[in-house]
């Protein structure tokens, strides 16, 4: 069973900076893409940003582009999400996910067969 655990959520002012970690159980991280996405109470999902298995290739949501760097670590089963000059429309509970593929640069939901259990992320204005 894989296990997701995101963490370096918190408050930060506008304009600021976060990092977010995700550390995956397991043996295979290294064969999957993954992604991260963002939720706010009362809205659906939405993407954030996906990397694929060796770290080569990005894809990212148009309004984090320029703002937000994807990356991961396979030797230590952890992806990253460096997020700067924060806005309080980033304000959200984070989620990373792994993808079902290695190619795993997909935006969609039902690609991701499994979930961390969330970081909120704050940003004051």
């Known amino acids: 069973q894989v296990q997701l655990l995101e963490s370096g959520g918190g408050l930060v002012q506008a304009g600021g900076s976060l990092r977010l970690s995700c550390t995956a159980s397991?043996?295979?991280?290294?064969?999957?893409?993954m992604g991260w996405f963002r939720q706010v109470p009362g809205k659906e999902r939405e993407f954030v940003a996906a990397?694929?298995?060796?770290?080569?290739?990005?894809y990212y949501t148009v309004s984090v582009k320029g703002r937000f760097t994807i990356s991961r670590d396979n030797a230590k089963n952890t992806v990253y999400l460096q997020m700067n000059s924060l806005k309080p429309d980033d304000t959200a509970a984070y989620y990373c996910?792994?993808?079902?593929?290695?190619?795993?640069?997909?935006?969609?939901?039902?690609?991701?067969?499994?979930w961390g259990q969330g970081t909120q992320v704050t940003v004051s204005s």
């Open positions: 996910a792994r993808a079902s593929t290695m190619a795993g640069l997909t935006e969609y939901q039902y690609d991701y067969p499994y």
């Open positions: 397991g043996r295979t991280f290294s064969d999957y893409g």
């Open positions: 990397i694929n298995w060796s770290g080569t290739s990005t």
